[in-house]
């Protein structure tokens, strides 16, 4: 009874498309049919945020979106945060620096989240970031480092890095 | 994790939507899919049919009526937070907002899809019990508007037919001047909430309370209205003692017990969040500073 559905939409700046069964979601054609595994799938219910891509600018899980329902959108994943020639994004040159990460299991959705965010408001202060990942769950670094290299981010946003 | 199968609709009218909801059976309406998809991901809810609102035309915008704002049942959770119209004339849906869910699922969320959906501990449908909203449901014999105060007809159960579909709300807003507060205590931030407290108060020219109303979330099936506490505040000088005896009113009421808490420890937990959401409103409403 159900059937599958053409969609394009564009992925990290490119053109990409697929044949998708509707019950798929965002997570898995990423992972599964564009072969993108940067984007991780922990719960699959919404609660541990690993799997937060961002949908035409603003930050979403990719475990609650089907895949249809990305035809024409635009995607950004934990792949399309770098820049073209490897540069890295401040938030990742900012986890890297700060030790933002342990295990790295939550990493790509705790990058994207705040890359979204700090996009938004670089001057966010040590509350409002923790409050931002409040939905990103990190089980090794306590979150310590994770807001330390979010607060340097935010000024190299701030500063036009 | 992953859903059963389903057909998949995404119509483009609602009249296209309608059609499709009179002629099909076992089927749910996805609005932003915050509550929907995890269902789906572990299988609690297995339909025939998801007919996706997302493509509908029309059913997201927000519109400044002077005494009133109507706000389309597709508007997200996101958009909600950063109008300047709710920022001038509801603020204390954005208060409530930053309760609901995380950043991620307020992109996703929307406000038709939090009233259908209907949790108990839902902010924004005690937001709309606040402000009396109306809303407005559509099918194939026409529109028709429910009240909030009628639209619970049990646990998790809004007053929509099977082959209807709510399409907007009416937030009538007060004219006069008013301070607002809502106030919450959950586990952990973005969590379901034990009981949440919205309030409106409005001072008259000797900073006498002339209008109140109290609406809380989490305590019973549906959102609350406090009316014997804002019968109780109306005529009165803010003050700790008048808020304490409004705050009586919220620990008589007929709570829930569950997993997490017992009903004795929401009555309690909604005296105290009362009391302090009163305090607060009062102090933006222009009055003198009634925090303990």
Same mark, same amino acid.
């Given at each position: 009874?159900?059937?599958?559905?053409?969609?394009?939409?564009?992925?990290?700046?490119?053109?990409?498309?697929?044949?998708?069964?509707?019950?798929?979601?965002?997570?898995?054609?990423?992972?599964?049919?564009?072969?993108?595994?940067?984007?991780?799938?922990?719960?699959?219910?919404?609660?541990?945020?690993?799997?937060?891509?961002?949908?035409?600018?603003?930050?979403?899980?990719?475990?609650?979106?089907?895949?249809?329902?990305?035809?024409?959108?635009?995607?950004?994943?934990?792949?399309?945060?770098?820049?073209?020639?490897?540069?890295?994004?401040?938030?990742?040159?900012?986890?890297?620096?700060?030790?933002?990460?342990?295990?790295?299991? $939550?990493?790509?959705?705790?990058?994207?989240?705040?890359?979204?965010?700090?996009?938004?408001?670089?001057?966010?202060?040590?509350?409002?970031?923790?409050?931002?990942?409040?939905?990103?769950?990190?089980? $090794?670094?306590?979150?310590?480092?994770?807001?330390?290299?979010?607060?340097?981010?935010?000024?190299?946003?701030?500063?036009?890095? | 994790?992953?859903?059963?199968?389903?057909?998949?609709?995404?119509?483009?009218?609602?009249?296209?939507?309608?059609?499709?909801?009179?002629?099909?059976?076992?089927?749910?309406?996805?609005?932003? #899919?915050? /509550?929907?998809?995890?269902?789906?991901?572990?299988?609690?809810?297995?339909?025939?049919?998801?007919?996706?609102?997302?493509?509908?035309?029309?059913?997201?915008?927000?519109?400044?009526?002077?005494?009133?704002?109507?706000? #389309?049942?597709?508007?997200?959770?996101?958009?909600?937070?950063?109008?300047?119209?709710?920022?001038?004339?509801?603020?204390?849906?954005?208060?409530?907002?930053?309760?609901?869910?995380?950043?991620?699922?307020?992109?996703?969320?929307?406000?038709?899809? /939090?009233?259908?959906?209907?949790?108990?501990?839902?902010?924004?449908?005690? *937001?709309?019990?606040?402000?009396?909203?109306?809303?407005?449901?559509?099918?194939?014999?026409?529109?028709?508007?429910?009240?909030?105060?009628? @639209?619970?007809?049990?646990?998790?159960?809004?007053?929509? #037919?099977?082959?209807?579909?709510?399409?907007?709300?009416?937030?009538?807003? @007060?004219?006069?001047?008013?301070?607002?507060?809502?106030?919450?205590?959950?586990?952990?931030?973005?969590?379901?909430?034990?009981?949440?407290?919205?309030?409106?108060?409005?001072?008259?020219?000797?900073?006498?309370?002339?209008?109140?109303?109290?609406?809380?979330? #989490?305590?019973?099936?549906?959102? *609350?209205?406090?009316?014997?506490?804002?019968?109780?505040?109306?005529?009165?000088?803010?003050?700790?003692?008048?808020?304490?005896?409004?705050?009586?009113?919220?620990?008589?009421?007929?709570?829930?017990?569950?997993?997490?808490?017992?009903?004795?420890?929401?009555?309690?937990?909604?005296? *105290?969040?009362?009391?302090?959401?009163?305090?607060?409103?009062?102090?933006?409403?222009?009055?003198?500073?009634?925090?303990?």
């Amino acid at each position: 009874m159900s059937t599958a559905r053409r969609i394009t939409l564009r992925v990290n700046g490119r053109p990409a498309q697929g044949e998708v069964e509707p019950r798929r979601h965002l997570g898995d054609f990423l992972r599964e049919d564009l072969g993108l595994t940067g984007t991780h799938l922990g719960c699959e219910h919404g609660v541990c945020g690993a799997c937060t891509v961002i949908v035409d600018g603003v930050p979403a899980r990719a475990c609650l979106m089907l895949a249809v329902q990305a035809d024409g959108a635009e995607v950004i994943t934990v792949e399309g945060l770098a820049q073209a020639d490897g540069t890295l994004h401040p938030i990742q040159q900012a986890f890297h620096a700060h030790h933002g990460l342990q295990c790295g299991f $939550c990493t790509p959705g705790m990058l994207t989240t705040l890359a979204a965010f700090l996009a938004e408001r670089p001057d966010a202060d040590e509350a409002a970031i923790r409050e931002a990942i409040s939905g990103n769950i990190c089980r $090794c670094t306590g979150y310590e480092s994770i807001v330390e290299a979010a607060l340097a981010a935010g000024k190299i946003l701030q500063s036009g890095g | 994790m992953k859903p059963a199968p389903f057909a998949y609709h995404d119509p483009r009218t609602l009249d296209e939507l309608i059609g499709l909801l009179s002629r099909h059976d076992n089927l749910k309406l996805l609005a932003g #899919g915050q /509550s929907l998809v995890p269902m789906l991901n572990m299988r609690f809810v297995i339909v025939d049919h998801i007919v996706d609102l997302n493509r509908v035309d029309g059913l997201a915008a927000i519109g400044d009526r002077n005494a009133a704002i109507e706000i #389309g049942a597709m508007t997200r959770q996101r958009t909600l937070e950063r109008d300047p119209v709710i920022a001038r004339k509801a603020p204390i849906m954005q208060e409530a907002l930053r309760h609901v869910g995380h950043l991620q699922t307020r992109s996703r969320g929307t406000i038709g899809g /939090s009233l259908c959906h209907l949790d108990p501990a839902a902010e924004l449908a005690g *937001v709309a019990r606040l402000y009396d909203a109306v809303l407005h449901v559509a099918g194939p014999r026409g529109m028709r508007d429910v009240k909030m105060a009628d @639209w619970s007809l049990g646990y998790m159960a809004p007053a929509v #037919g099977p082959d209807e579909v709510l399409t907007g709300l009416t937030l009538p807003v @007060w004219s006069e001047p008013h301070g607002h507060a809502f106030v919450e205590f959950a586990r952990r931030h973005g969590d379901f909430a034990i009981v949440g407290v919205g309030c409106l108060l409005a001072l008259d020219g000797k900073g006498m309370i002339n209008r109140a109303a109290v609406a809380l979330v #989490g305590v019973a099936t549906a959102p *609350v209205r406090l009316t014997a506490a804002e019968v109780a505040l109306t005529g009165q000088a803010p003050s700790v003692a008048t808020f304490k005896a409004a705050a009586e009113h919220a620990e008589k009421l007929d709570c829930l017990a569950d997993a997490h808490v017992s009903a004795s420890y929401r009555q309690r937990l909604a005296g *105290v969040l009362t009391e302090r959401a009163l305090a607060r409103a009062a102090t933006r409403a222009g009055g003198a500073d009634v925090h303990r």
